[in-house]
Structure formats: structure tokens, C-alpha cells
């Protein structure tokens, strides 16, 4: 049997899966209506709306199955979570990764798996909607596309969910998103000793540019920088807007001397979209950097003060 790999962006994907708060809730006709509906059109005897955790997949909705959760490890979703499409197993029995792993050699006696990815706006997997059989069968493109088609259902459902932590102009985290993605990263850094840092950026004159150019271009200014953050940073970073003209970047796992190295490229890659997207500006910004430490910053509002503070002090020796 082989386990399935982590994904890249894994510890963003859980802390993106835990914000919505949907583990371990009541069973929602909203997502059962769509496994019923799977059920019924492949013609299978299960179907899954499973969710992929730390160490386990929940199912939010599960039809023809009792159990409400099996072990990461031996799960079939694990390993369709990366998958770029439908992740399709014809006969569990022929497959050198799955012919003795214990859901088929035992219950519920795998034999056929299909499994959709669903995808969230900002590209992490979460789980799939999948489909299950006692027998092989055959899965030709059409079939690909229906159950891609549910897969869509499901994840607009938690799109509605995951909105709420998302801002309106620039479609990265807003404040409250990153609270909670932030509160469950720090404590997984916390208990791996990871190095952290959080970056709290203002942007320069902002006020000048809504006031020279309109609102509208102020609005552009924003979202130049919130892409650039998304072309800057890695996917296990968690960045956001804070409101007005201020983010944050929550670094994990990076030093301090590579954080300064990655704050200087991020500005000159900033300028170079400026100059390419030939605005009558030039986005630039004042930051200010602390490092997390456990035994001073009881939460991440704690770290953000400070490092707002230090952005300040950045801002006012520009003058």
C-alpha cells in the first residue's frame, strides 16, 4: 500500500480547511442533496463528500456509508487531493497503490474510486466529492465531466462559506480570515519550532493617489500589491488586507536574513509591475518585521501590534 504525499501549500490548506469551520458539523442537505444526486446518476452504491484533515478524512456527506471518518493514511482522497482533475482508480485489485489497503481488502470493500478535487479560489485542495464501487468499471470522459460538473456544486457551497474571510477588492484574506489562518498556523509553529515572522506593510502616499488619480485607481493600487504578494510569497504564507492601505504577511519556516532578502525582491518585483502596467506610479511601501516568540507574543494580535509599530518607525525615517 502506498500512503498518500502531502501536498506543497499543506499547512495553508489546513489552516484554509479549519477556517471554515464545517469539521465535525451536522450533516446539510446542501452537500447531501449533491451526493445523492451522484449516487443516483453513476449508479453506485457510495458517495462522499470528504474532507481531507491533519491526520484523517471527515466525510461532510456521506451516502451509503455508516462511518463518518477513516485514517488519512490508507484514504483515497488523500492522493486525489493532488490531482490537478478527477483522480479515477478502475480496479482497486489491479493497483500496486491500493490492492492490500484495508478499505479494500475490508470494509467497505473498494473496488472502483473516482474522486474530484475540491478546489477553493485561492487553490487549495480541501477534499473531493467521490464515488465508490464494489465491482471495477470503466470511467470514460462524460462521466468526468458530470462528476467534475457536482464537484462545481460543492465547491461553490464552500466558496459562500470561505467569503467571509475574503476582501472584496483585492480577494486575498481580509482581517478576520487572516485571524483564523493565522491562529492555527502560529500553533503548529509553535509546536515545531518553526522560525516565524509576521510583516506588516503600509503603503507609501496612498492618500495621494486617491486623491490625484480617483478612488477607482487607489482601488488598482491595492490589487497590484495584493498580486504581487501572490506572485511573492510561498503558498505555506499567509497574507492579507487589514483595511485602508495595510497588510500583513505571516512568514513560517524562513529565517530573518531570508525574510529581509525576500522583502527586497518583493519591492523590485512590485516596481518592475508598476512600470509594466504603465501606472502614473509607482506602489511602494514602509514594513516592519518581528520575529514570533511564544514566550512574548501570547497571540498574533500581540505580534501584529508590535509589528506595526516597527513599521512606523520604518516609515517615519523615510522623512
Not at 42 to 50: D, E, K, R
Not at 206 to 227: C, M, S
Request: glycine letters at 6%; proline letters at 4%.
Amino acid at each position: 500500500m502506498k500512503e498518500p504525499e502531502l501536498p506543497v501549500n499543506e499547512q495553508q490548506r489546513l489552516a484554509v480547511l479549519r477556517a471554515l469551520k464545517v469539521l465535525d458539523t451536522p450533516p446539510e442537505e446542501r452537500f447531501d442533496r449533491v451526493t445523492r444526486m451522484a449516487r443516483r446518476i453513476f449508479g453506485v452504491p457510495i458517495a462522499l463528500v470528504s474532507l481531507v484533515d491533519e491526520n484523517r478524512q471527515w466525510f461532510k456527506s456521506c451516502d451509503g456509508l455508516i462511518a463518518t471518518e477513516t485514517d488519512r493514511n490508507i484514504s483515497f482522497c488523500g492522493h486525489a487531493i493532488l490531482q490537478q482533475g478527477t483522480f479515477v482508480i478502475q480496479d482497486a485489485h489491479k493497483d500496486p497503490r491500493f490492492f492490500d489497503n484495508p478499505l479494500v481488502t475490508g470494509e467497505p470493500y473498494v473496488r472502483f474510486y473516482a474522486g474530484h478535487p475540491l478546489t477553493t479560489l485561492t487553490g487549495e485542495s480541501l477534499g473531493t466529492l467521490c464515488i465508490i464501487d464494489h465491482e471495477p468499471r470503466e470511467f470514460g470522459t462524460e462521466d468526468t465531466e458530470m462528476l467534475a460538473d457536482r464537484a462545481g456544486i460543492v465547491e461553490r457551497e464552500l466558496t459562500a462559506i470561505k467569503l467571509s474571510l475574503i476582501d472584496e477588492i483585492t480577494r486575498i484574506s481580509n482581517r478576520r480570515g487572516f485571524l483564523v489562518l493565522s491562529h492555527y498556523s502560529l500553533e503548529v509553529c509553535k509546536r515545531q519550532s518553526f522560525p516565524t515572522s509576521l510583516v506588516f506593510f503600509d503603503l507609501d502616499k496612498f492618500k495621494e493617489i486617491n486623491d490625484t488619480y480617483g478612488h477607482a485607481e487607489g482601488d488598482r493600487a491595492l490589487k497590484v500589491f495584493a498580486d504581487q504578494m501572490r506572485d511573492s510569497f510561498r503558498n505555506s504564507d499567509i497574507f492579507a488586507r487589514m483595511g485602508g492601505d495595510e497588510f500583513v504577511a505571516l512568514l513560517t519556516n524562513i529565517k530573518m536574513v531570508n525574510i529581509r532578502d525576500l522583502i527586497q525582491r518583493f519591492e523590485k518585483s512590485l516596481h518592475e509591475r508598476c512600470v509594466h502596467l504603465a501606472l502614473p506610479y509607482t506602489v511602494r511601501f514602509s514594513c516592519g518585521i518581528i520575529a514570533y516568540d511564544p514566550e512574548r507574543h501570547v497571540n498574533v494580535e500581540e505580534l501584529m501590534q508590535e509589528a506595526d509599530k516597527a513599521m512606523y518607525a520604518n516609515k517615519a525615517s523615510k522623512r
